[in-house]
């Protein structure tokens, strides 16, 4: 007698659509990550405090010609598609009739899920080639830049980033998309 060991069902974005347009995920923050749905905590005040104001620091420091989204949704394949804190992505809204596919920098402001955060979430942005990945840090007051996403298999997804800093209050940030802009760190954790 054959007997199967029980396995996972991966989910897919046009299913979680359907999923979602039936109500399922009424009242729930819920984002597709590699085919598992996943339910996010409520947004305490200050992860949402943080989360603003590293949208308006981006805006104010990148400019013109860039899209800086507030927890939007990211395509990355069939079965992920994050909705990272904030993303910066090239161009205007106007420029994109669908959800991007690429961005330029994305921001993870973190307070419970920065286990998740720093494995999981940090591997599909690596693997999907995000440029440069920061996790604004609220429990330790810190802002880890990570850039270079780099193959490795002993990571989650089988990437990771090969260059990484941790930043403090007194210190200042450069986004790899604009080279001239200087941020403080401060700015951004206040």
Not at 71 to 98: C, F, K, W
Not at 107 to 135: C, H, M, N, Q, T
Request: aromatic share 8%; hydrophobic share 40%; charged share 20%.
């Amino acid at each position: 007698m054959h007997v199967l060991e029980p396995r996972t069902r991966r989910w897919t974005k046009a299913e979680y659509y359907r999923m979602a347009e039936m109500g399922w995920f009424h009242g729930q923050r819920v984002e597709l990550i590699e085919g598992e749905i996943v339910v996010m905590s409520p947004q305490s005040p200050s992860h949402f405090a943080g989360v603003d104001r590293a949208a308006a620091v981006l805006r104010t420091a990148l400019g013109t010609g860039f899209w800086v989204r507030m927890q939007g949704p990211i395509d990355l394949g069939v079965y992920t598609e994050p909705e990272p804190d904030v993303s910066v992505v090239r161009g205007t809204a106007a420029d994109h009739s669908n959800h991007p596919k690429s961005t330029l920098l994305i921001v993870e402001v973190s307070e419970s899920p920065l286990a998740f955060d720093r494995r999981e979430k940090l591997g599909l942005y690596a693997r999907a080639g995000v440029p440069e990945y920061w996790i604004l840090n609220l429990v330790d007051d810190q802002l880890e830049v990570h850039r270079d996403p780099s193959p490795d298999g002993a990571h989650p997804n089988g990437f990771r980033y090969a260059k990484v800093v941790v930043l403090r209050p007194g210190d200042s940030v450069t986004p790899l998309a604009v080279p001239q802009a200087s941020i403080p760190v401060a700015s951004l954790i206040a």
